[in-house]
Each structure stands twice: as C-alpha cells, then as structure tokens.
Antibody
C-alpha cells in the first residue's frame, strides 16, 4: 500500500524549532518529487515547499524562506522539514504529499496524488 | 504569484443534485489545475488533475473542465459521501497556490 506518514509535530514556543518527518512506503520514493502543504485551523490549504527526487531543485513559499529547510534521504525513504524561528502563524496541520507528473501530448502537468494524514504544529507561548 | 479564487465559498445542495464549483486564476494557468476533496480531520484527496483528467478510482460523477483562467468542477449527481470541502490548486508555477475552498453542505 502506498503510504505517507508524518511525525514530529508538537507544541513549540515562538522562535523555537521543530523537525517534521514523512516516512514513505509502498512506492519507489527516490523516483518522486515531494511537497509539504499546511492548513491553519479553519483555513484553506497552503503549499509550503517542494523538493525534486534528487534534491537538485527546491522551492519555498515566501513566508517560510530563510526559516524552513526541506530535505530528503532517499536511502531512508524519508522527507523532512526543518522549521526554525517559528511564528504564531506557522500553527497548522502539516501534510506531506507526493508530486506526480502527467506527461501528455499537450505538456507536463503536476499534481499531488498521495497525501499523509498530517502532523500538527502549534506555535504558542 | 498566482491567486486562485473559488466560488461559491459554501454551497447547500441535496442528494441527487448537480453541482458546479468554479475556480478562477489571476493569470492563465494552461490547464495546470487540480481539484481535491477534503473531509473534516482528513487529508485532501485528489479528484481531478490537468483540469479534466479523472484520478484513478474517483467516481465518474466527478468531472472537470476549463482553460486559461477559468475552471469548473462538476458533480453530476450528489451522493451522501460527497459532502465535503473542495479545493482547487494551480501547478503552473511555484509558489503553487490553492483556492480558499468550497464547503459543500447538505440542504
């Protein structure tokens, strides 16, 4: 079964750090790009970061640039998100999601086809 | 950055109804538009990718259409399990962006 399982969330004070992990199973992790997406309580989804299969390409949303670092260990089938200088507004459920590419005659299309159940991050004093 | 605007924000409908949700991008996204369904306390589930391609295992009552800046998700005949929140997402360029969501409720 294709599965993603996040861990590492918790309660942290503003300015603190957390490292989220996402364990992948049931597919060839090293062949896929990955994403982190978050959802603040009662809010919509917000894409946070992307990493390509070989870690050669990385993107972040502006609000986390310089504070968050995405990484992966293909030997361990794991994705990570190091979160530093946490702010109240980083409070959210954090999901990891597999990035899939559809190579059609009209171009390349990217979408997130497998999601974990999420891990909760609460930033509060 | 590309802004995604969904309408309506919420919708009440009955089992058997035909429902349409709209998503508008702030610039052309060339059909790089995905739709997800999310139930309370659960992860999003992919329904439609590339504007109109049905994800494997998703019932055929779900369909997507559109081009350029305007896209729609249609549910042809609502079933009880379809009451959820629906999100559109552009994957044309990073930062990827989502609409604010449309909550579909039982009338």
């Amino acid at each position: 079964e294709v599965q993603l399982v996040e861990s590492g969330g918790g309660l942290v004070q503003p300015g603190g750090s957390l490292r989220l992990s996402c364990a992948a199973s049931g597919f060839t992790f090293s062949s896929y790009s990955m994403n982190w997406v978050r959802q603040a309580p009662g809010r919509g989804l917000e894409w946070v970061s992307y990493i390509s299969s070989t870690s050669s390409t990385i993107y972040y949303t502006d609000s986390v640039k310089g504070r968050f670092t995405i990484s992966r260990d293909n030997a361990k089938n794991s994705l990570y998100l190091q979160m530093n200088s946490l702010r109240d507004e980083d409070t959210a459920m954090y999901f990891c999601a597999r990035d899939k590419t559809d190579d059609s005659s009209t171009g390349y299309y990217y979408y997130m086809d497998v999601w974990g159940k999420g891990t909760t991050v609460t930033v509060s004093s | 950055d590309i802004q995604m605007t969904q309408s309506p924000s919420s919708l009440s409908a009955s089992v058997g109804d035909r429902v349409t949700i709209t998503c508008r991008a702030s610039q052309s996204i060339s059909s790089c538009l995905n739709w997800y369904q999310q139930k309370p306390g659960k992860a999003p589930k992919l329904l439609i990718y590339a504007a109109s391609s049905l994800q494997s295992g998703v019932p055929s009552r779900f369909s997507g259409s559109g081009s350029g800046t305007d896209y729609t998700l249609t549910i042809s005949s609502l079933q009880p399990e379809d009451f959820a929140t629906y999100h559109c997402q552009q994957s044309y360029i990073t930062p990827y962006s989502f609409g604010q969501g449309t909550k579909l409720e039982i009338k």
